[in-house]
């Protein structure tokens, strides 16, 4: 790769993992502190802990009904197929390394099944009744029709199926996408193409490639994508057909539009440049952390204190040298002791008595502590200096971290901390979810594009009952735009949340049952600030309005002023309803 990026993602990987042990004289007193994985294990569940709740709004009138099933089916699958884990890892490297590369795509496979034994009574059932059918419109050749006992033995014994119809999303290792070098973006990107790996055996049985392509691949063993642990077994370690490999690249021309797979070393396409088979183009998401201008790929969040990790590593190391140079030691007489004084001299015991050998040596000659100079606190201090330098680098606070700062601080204090951090947060919060919903609208392409069949989605009701909705592409055809709702992915604060619904009651708590229904806003503290699923079960059914005639008071008491629109579901005296809530919205 250019500008040695592989070489720079390989050592932000070894800081996570904690393995950059500093440059020192005593090799034996190296340490590490692995500020690095704290620092990313602080950020990565903030922005990607929960599954998103992703909403689809029309771009047109007429796609407003699709837009709701669009909704809950993409939310169903981003749960069903697993798609958060894969972003997950995207999002890993994104912290990491600067970027991460989420890939979407499409699987429909057949596959030949046994036919179960109503499947088989139905199958001859069906043919019988087409050969009489035959026979008795065709009287002249009913002897040429088989008979039951033909039938029986001409039945199908397998059925073809379709085994996989679906969309799914995988995590692509960013050491494995290649970019035009020419590009900033991806947006002004000619040219994108992927690097797989694969078995022999399996690129020679796989049917998508041609068949004079596939039988000519030869392996290549390429293992730079490979860590070097696992390098040594695949270039020396056997030569079982079943580990060699073969290096596949997957060409797309955004420029072009068009798509092509060749093998390394190879003579000719696997897949020859044909149009692009998806409809919005190349498959690939990009997940872009601190971008830097005029260069295509992002700085990640351990770049900018790599060399304040180092620093800090080479404090600690050096510390454990010096406290061992500043060890006490003390002068004595070997003449004074013998083997047992010595050992008892050396002992660790508390209250142990030293027998003097040589009672001509003046006990207070006989051991002498050596002067040491103390060690300097300043080198103590200058870790915490360091350490200080990496929070404020890395924007990750103290409090993040759960710790309990020395100083105290006043409410506000902390606040206007607190906010600080939030606000760099958000930042990346959006760009986690801008990617999240790019996927998904890529997912609902695909399905629009090569769902064959019906499907079906599990949807949570408004009395939080599930219900199966069967769809087809037609249901989710249209054009939408697909956003995150806003910090549905973070984790949820239980003492945060229930704070923030108080105070919302306090703030909206005179409007409630005039121009807010106090039923909706007891639900909403309820599901969102005390986490309960299922808030109706609680409410009161809605006690019906008594006729004015039957209570004897003039129209305009209870019923309102008279010609007044009465309350939802009753009619006024004309029989025409009054307020009537639309289908299906609780009250």
């Not at 020396?236 to 690249?249: A, E, F, K, L, S």
């Not at 229930?498 to 806003?521: C, K």
């Amino acid at each position: 790769m250019m500008e040695g990026y592989d070489e720079l993602w390989e050592r932000m990987i070894d800081l996570y993992r904690g393995r950059c042990l500093p440059t020192v004289e005593s090799v034996e007193d190296r340490i590490v502190v692995n500020v690095a994985f704290g620092t990313i294990n602080v950020i990565y569940p903030s922005v990607s802990v929960n599954y998103p709740k992703i909403t689809v709004q029309p771009t047109h009138p007429e796609d407003e009904e699709r837009a709701v099933i669009t909704e809950a089916v993409t939310n169903y699958n981003w749960k069903h197929f697993n798609f958060q884990d894969e972003v997950r890892l995207a999002i890993k490297d994104y912290l990491i390394i600067g970027h991460g590369w989420i890939k979407c795509g499409y699987s429909y496979k057949e596959g030949q099944v046994p036919l179960s034994g109503e499947d088989k009574v139905a199958a001859y059932d069906e043919l019988t009744a087409q050969a009489d059918e035959f026979a008795a419109l065709n009287p002249d050749m009913a002897g040429d029709v088989a008979d039951n006992s033909e039938i029986a033995q001409a039945l199908p014994q397998t059925e073809t199926v379709v085994l996989e119809d679906q969309p799914w999303v995988e995590r692509i290792s960013p050491f494995d996408v290649f970019v035009d070098p020419e590009a900033t973006t991806l947006n002004d990107a000619r040219w994108v193409c992927q690097r797989i790996i694969r078995p022999l055996e399996d690129v020679r049985r796989d049917e998508r490639y041609k068949p004079s392509a596939r039988a000519k691949v030869q392996a290549d063993m390429d293992t730079d994508h490979i860590r070097e642990e696992q390098r040594s077994y695949l270039k020396h370690g056997n030569n079982d057909p079943d580990d060699q490999r073969v290096t596949i690249w997957e060409w797309h021309d955004i420029k072009n539009d068009t798509f092509a797979v060749y093998a390394e070393g190879g003579t000719e396409f696997l897949v020859d440049p044909k149009k692009s088979p998806y409809d919005f183009g190349h498959p690939f998401v990009m997940v872009r952390n601190y971008d830097v201008p005029d260069y295509f790929y992002p700085m990640g969040d351990l770049e900018a204190i790599e060399p304040l990790i180092d620093e800090l590593n080479k404090t600690r190391s050096i510390s454990i040298g010096v406290r061992k140079k500043f060890a006490r030691k003390y002068l004595y007489q070997p003449e004074a002791f013998n083997s047992t004084g010595r050992q008892a001299l050396e002992s660790d015991v508390d209250n142990t008595f030293v027998p003097v050998a040589n009672p001509s040596i003046p006990l207070s000659e006989t051991v002498i502590a050596l002067p040491s100079t103390p060690v300097p606190p300043e080198l103590f201090e200058h870790s915490e200096t360091v350490e200080k330098d990496i929070g404020d680098v890395s924007g990750v606070s103290e409090y993040q971290r759960g710790q309990v700062p020395e100083t105290r601080r006043t409410a506000t204090e902390a606040s206007i901390i607190s906010d600080s951090v939030n606000a760099r947060s958000a930042d990346k919060l959006a760009q986690v979810e801008i990617a999240i919903s790019r996927t998904a609208r890529r997912v609902v392409q695909l399905q629009q594009q090569f769902m064959t069949r019906d499907q079906v989605a599990r949807v949570a009701g408004p009395d939080g009952a599930l219900y199966w909705v069967p769809y087809n592409a037609e249901d989710i055809r249209g054009e939408f735009d697909f956003e995150v709702e806003a910090g549905s992915t973070q984790p949820m604060n239980e003492t945060v949340r229930r704070q923030t619904a108080t105070a919302l009651m306090q703030a909206l708590g005179p409007f409630i049952g005039t121009v807010i229904d106090p039923a909706a806003m007891a639900q909403h503290v309820m599901k969102y600030g005390f986490g309960i699923q299922n808030p109706q079960q609680f409410m009161m059914p809605q006690m019906p309005m008594m006729d004015p005639s039957m209570t004897g008071e003039e129209p305009g008491g209870v019923g309102g002023p008279q010609g007044a629109p009465m309350g939802p579901g009753f009619e006024d005296e004309n029989g025409t309803p009054g307020n009537m809530l639309p289908e299906g919205m609780m009250f």
